[in-house]
T-cell receptor
Framework: GQSLEQPSEVTAVEGAIVQINCTYQTSGFYGLSWYQQHDGGAPTFLSYNALDGLEETGRFSSFLSRSDSYGYLLLQELQMKDSASYFCEAGKSTFGDGTTLTVKP | DTEVTQTPKHLVMGMTNKKSLKCEQHMGHRAMYWYKQKAKKPPELMFVYSYEKLSINESVPSRFSPECPNSSLLNLHLHALQPEDSALYLC??????????FGSGTRLTVV
């Protein structure tokens, strides 16, 4: 089976940088993905790490360390529209419980 | 077309009703998925179709019945649901085993 742990809530101010961590325990690991979901909306794919290291996509970056069974999503230059839930997913459609990010002015 | 389209967006049904949820994608993705999502919870996988064949059924009650008529369409037939089945039902598609493209969902209320 698989289990993923991420913080339930994170709060930050506009313009700041925030890191959302995800630790996982899996019987077979295929890579770590991140999804964003606004209230009332559908999840949107943000990034995928199959190998160790950092992947950058604009203001968002994602990191993976297979040896530590750990990854994170880094959001820079936070904007109000980044307030949403963020889910990590470690293959086979197993999602973490989600982190609610609140960005304050 | 990079979208997954789901209909209807909202559905209210009685416990004795039969209804169907529909999902369509035109991205040529090989896999299509049904998820159930309760408020403040992650999506919970129900079914996976790969190349139009049911490949995963996550022990979903038989009152939920999936169907994949062709590579672009996915249906979820609902019958004799319970109030606890009220949730957001999401369809998704993917070409590989990550990077799912989700539809906007059907918000189902069972009364």
């Amino acid at each position: 089976g698989q289990s993923l742990e991420q913080p339930s809530e994170v709060t930050a101010v506009e313009g700041a940088i925030v890191q959302i961590n995800c630790t996982y325990q899996t019987s077979g690991f295929y890579g770590l993905s991140w999804y964003q979901q606004h209230d009332g909306g559908a999840p949107t794919f943000l990034s995928y790490n199959a190998l160790d290291g950092l992947e950058e996509t604009g203001r968002f970056s994602s990191f993976l360390s297979r040896s530590d069974s750990y990854g994170y999503l880094l959001l820079q230059e936070l904007q109000m529209k980044d307030s949403a839930s963020y889910f990590c997913e470690a293959g086979k459609s197993t999602f973490g419980d989600g982190t609610t990010l609140t960005v304050k002015p | 077309d990079t979208e997954v389209t789901q209909t209807p967006k909202h559905l209210v049904m009685g416990m004795t009703n039969k209804k169907s949820l529909k999902c369509e994608q035109h991205m040529g993705h090989r896999a299509m998925y049904w998820y159930k999502q309760k408020a403040k919870k992650p999506p919970e996988l129900m079914f996976v179709y790969s190349y139009e064949k049911l490949s995963i059924n996550e022990s979903v009650p038989s009152r939920f019945s999936p169907e994949c008529p062709n590579s672009s369409l996915l249906n979820l037939h609902l019958h004799a649901l319970q109030p606890e089945d009220s949730a957001l039902y999401l369809c998704a598609s993917s070409q590989v085993d990550y990077g799912y493209t989700f539809g906007s969902g059907t918000r189902l209320t069972v009364v």
